[in-house]
């Protein structure tokens, strides 16, 4: 047979192959009557998962026309599961493991992955900490995966520059050393002193590899997360998503409802309170950035930190607890020095807050007696809780209206469906955090920053903040509707590109002569997308 006949031999058994009827369009529709056939969320995961090792374009093109639908399935809550039960439904390699014996040769592991010196953004997890559900080890890659899905998806960041990496440093939780199935390294996670060995040697040769990176650090343990934050965030590009990234978006919800909560008891924004109930690395890191709601406002310093009070497991932390951890002494009151205040009720009458967040992890932790003393405190009640999933949440949506009569501002971690109360349909907020690390990690690409400073993510949140529509501002939404996502994480791009050449760390000074609405069109060029995706039917 000739080279030609061979040629078109291959093309016809290849075109044979297709249904006579076959359309892209029909497949897409396909597509997802297969993902809705499926009963439980772990089931649509692993659909998902599969159609974009098949067909990766179809599977962002299905993403972008189906936000809500299925950021939740590669994302939280579903996610969660998947990482629980990871070493049980994988399939194939994903990402990129680098364990605690390669200690020594971590370069060598770097140079496997296929992109190269193209690689841009990385979200590098030990699985330490993952979501609410505690130490998962190499169980926890699902997590570095699902927020590069949503890079892709809400900044439009191309999929062959995304790196996800899991940091098998083994794990503590027993169980896993017992399961025949597990997929990382069975022993106990290292030692300060050895696991800090290993992170510079890791961070070292992702510079040296990938030297454009962007690094995500994603569900480190508390004190692991602050730790690592503050040893690189000086010497290389990367910040922590539950720490900044948490921090940035609550920070721009918190402007809104501030505003929203201040306009119906005409007082002041600087007379808001706010009380954290939950004192770990993504409370604190919200309870720092908050602070620049204060000082936005011209107070100091020590005048926002004023305003700020955090509980954990003992209660009110105050500066003369013993034993008291490093990362909770910022925010330790000294000026109280009665009995120790361990009931939420008791602090909420001693602060008298008019803003509860929760980062505790706990479910149903404000209970009705809980949200109805902060409506009786306030006109408006700011009630944000945000534990992720659904599971940990601290108050359910559908409770929160009902117990105050429709007067709560309220934000969570996880998805909520709009209620229905007497008559009017209430819709909730989502502190989601994909609304800002997309545009983050954009921001800090184009502009090509040496650093994540604190002023880029600051004017992230800011950038969030004034993207809502006059629609969504009538509606007194606190967060703009997800379905906007990559109009709003180019507005913040833009916003941290500005942020990084206000503070010089960026190295592409072209930016600095474009307009900013040049500087916009342009963003929004870069923005990948798949295959037809102008074209995909909404369902």
Not at 280 to 302: D, N, P, Y
Not at 447 to 466: C, F, G, N
Not at 507 to 525: G, V
Request: proline share 5%.
């Amino acid at each position: 047979m000739s080279l030609a006949s061979f040629h078109l031999s291959s093309m016809s058994n290849s075109v044979a192959r297709i249904p006579p009827y076959f359309s892209n369009t029909d497949h897409r529709q396909r597509c997802l009557a297969q993902l809705r056939s499926k009963s439980t969320g772990l089931e649509k995961y692993i659909y998902l998962n599969g159609l974009k090792e098949r067909d990766p374009s179809l599977f962002y093109e299905v993403l972008l026309g189906n936000l809500l639908e299925i950021v939740p399935i590669l994302y939280t809550p579903t996610v969660g599961d998947a990482c629980s039960n990871y070493s049980h439904i994988w399939r194939r390699p994903e990402g990129l493991y680098v364990t605690i014996e390669n200690k020594g040769h971590i370069k060598q592991v770097l140079k496997t992955w296929p992109a190269g010196q193209a690689a841009r953004i990385a979200v590098v997890t030990d699985g330490s900490r993952i979501l609410g559900l505690g130490d998962l080890g190499a169980n926890g890659l699902p997590i570095a995966i699902g927020k590069l899905d949503l890079y892709i998806g809400g900044a439009g960041i191309k999929p062959n520059t995304t790196l996800p990496i899991c940091l098998d440093l083994g794990t503590n939780t027993e169980k896993f050393h017992n399961d025949p199935l597990y997929l990382g390294v069975r022993r106990r996670r290292p030692g300060t002193a050895e696991m800090d060995e290993f992170m510079a040697e890791f961070m070292d040769a992702m510079r040296e590899v990938f030297p454009q990176l962007v690094v995500q650090f994603e569900d480190f343990s508390t004190d692991n997360a602050f730790r690592y934050l503050d040893m690189f965030r000086n010497t290389h590009r990367c910040f922590n998503d539950d720490i900044q990234g948490t921090g940035s978006v609550i920070l721009s919800g918190f402007l809104n409802a501030a505003k929203l909560a201040s306009t119906a008891s005409g007082k002041p924004l600087t007379d808001h309170r706010i009380l954290f109930f939950g004192a770990g690395s993504a409370g604190i890191g919200v309870a720092k950035q908050l602070m620049s709601f204060f000082t936005l406002q011209g107070l100091t310093e020590e005048e926002a930190r004023s305003r700020i009070y955090t509980v954990d497991s003992k209660g009110l932390i105050t500066a003369d607890r013993k034993g008291l951890q490093e990362h909770k002494k910022y925010f330790a009151r000294t000026d109280y020095t009665g009995p120790a205040l361990t009931s939420l009720i008791d602090i909420i009458d001693y602060v008298k807050p008019t803003a509860l967040l929760g980062l505790s992890t706990i479910r149903n932790a404000f209970t009705e007696d809980v949200i109805r003393r902060m409506a009786a405190l306030n006109t408006r009640p700011i009630v944000f809780p945000l534990s992720n999933p659904v599971s940990l949440c601290e108050v359910d949506y559908e409770d929160a209206i009902k117990w105050t009569n429709g007067t709560v501002i309220f934000a969570s971690g996880s998805p909520y469906k709009p209620v229905q109360y007497n008559g009017k349909t209430y819709e909730p907020g989502q502190g989601n955090n994909m609304y800002i690390f997309p545009g983050i990690g954009m921001g800090a690409i184009l502009s090509k920053s040496r650093h994540v400073t604190d002023s880029m993510v600051e004017q992230a949140a800011i950038a969030l903040a004034e993207s809502l529509t006059p629609e969504e501002k009538a509606a007194e939404l606190v967060y703009p509707r997800l379905v906007r996502i990559r109009d709003i994480s180019a507005q913040i791009a833009l916003a941290v590109i500005r942020a990084a050449q206000k503070d010089n760390v960026d190295e592409n000074s072209l930016f600095r002569n474009l307009s900013d609405d040049a500087l916009l069109e342009y963003i929004k060029a870069k923005q990948w997308h798949p295959t037809s995706t102008h074209s995909f039917p909404r369902l």
